[in-house]
């Protein structure tokens, strides 16, 4: 099994930063299959990237996924009140498929 | 509009069992792929099933294979997980999900979630 690891576990950041979010997996990811998701408070995932780097329906430009192997980055160029939320990534390149235990960015 | 709303969670004893229903609308349920995915609370997240577009496969982690099925009704376009020999550590949020793909899978639209609650 795959293990993903987050870091930071938190990001305080104010509104209109960068933020930069990391995910380390124990081995590589086949064929660059990583996604990143945003949880709020009591709301379900929403999928942001999938395939390390495609921004999924909907999603702002602002967001954006980089990285292959076992290093993968989501980066968020200005942040948005609506972008402070908890976030995962997620390798389904090999199964079964694993999360990471997600980074929180707050509000500074 | 994709929407995902799942039923069935409740307070259960060890030992026992619960089926949880996810209603789809707004998309083809039948074109999917569909997965359950739970969240302990206040953890991360988990993969605990998924099933092909028909029904004909399905697939499950270590972690509760053997005690969870999952199905699916396209007639109906509903989705199922019957979880037996329920644990304490069982005890999470369980989120039905379009699935991507059968076997290499991200998960395109979440439900709302039902809550799970395994405890004397």
């Known amino acids: 099994e795959i293990v993903l690891t987050q870091s930071p576990g938190t990001l305080s950041l104010s509104p209109g930063e960068r933020a930069t979010l990391s995910c380390r997996a124990s081995?590589?990811?086949?064929?660059?299959?990583l996604a990143w998701y945003q949880q709020k408070p009591g709301q379900a995932p929403r999928l942001l990237i999938y395939g390390a780097s495609s921004r999924a329906t909907g999603i702002p430009d602002r967001f954006s996924g980089s990285g292959s192997g076992t290093d993968f980055t989501l980066t968020i160029s200005r942040l948005e009140p609506e972008d402070f939320a908890v976030y995962y990534c997620q390798q389904y390149g090999t199964s079964p498929g694993t999360f990471g235990q997600g980074t929180k960015v707050e509000i500074k | 509009e994709v929407q995902l709303l799942e039923s069935g969670g409740g307070l259960v004893q060890p030992g026992g069992s619960l089926r949880l229903s996810c209603a789809a609308s707004?998309?083809?349920?039948?074109?999917?792929?569909m997965s359950w995915v739970r969240q302990a609370p206040g953890k991360g997240l988990e993969w605990v099933s998924v099933?092909?577009?028909?029904?004909?496969?399905?697939y499950y982690p270590d972690s509760v294979k053997g005690r969870f099925t999952i199905s699916r009704d396209n007639s109906k376009n509903t989705l199922y997980l019957q979880m037996n020999s329920l644990r304490a550590e069982d005890t999470a949020v369980y989120y039905c999900?379009?699935?991507?793909?059968?076997?290499?899978?991200?998960?395109?639209?979440w439900g709302q979630g039902t809550l799970v609650t395994v405890s004397s």
């Open positions: 081995q590589s990811v086949s064929s660059s299959y």
């Open positions: 099933i092909s577009t028909i029904g004909g496969s399905t």
């Open positions: 999900a379009t699935a991507h793909d059968f076997w290499s899978t991200y998960y395109l639209n």
């Open positions: 707004g998309f083809t349920f039948s074109s999917y792929a």
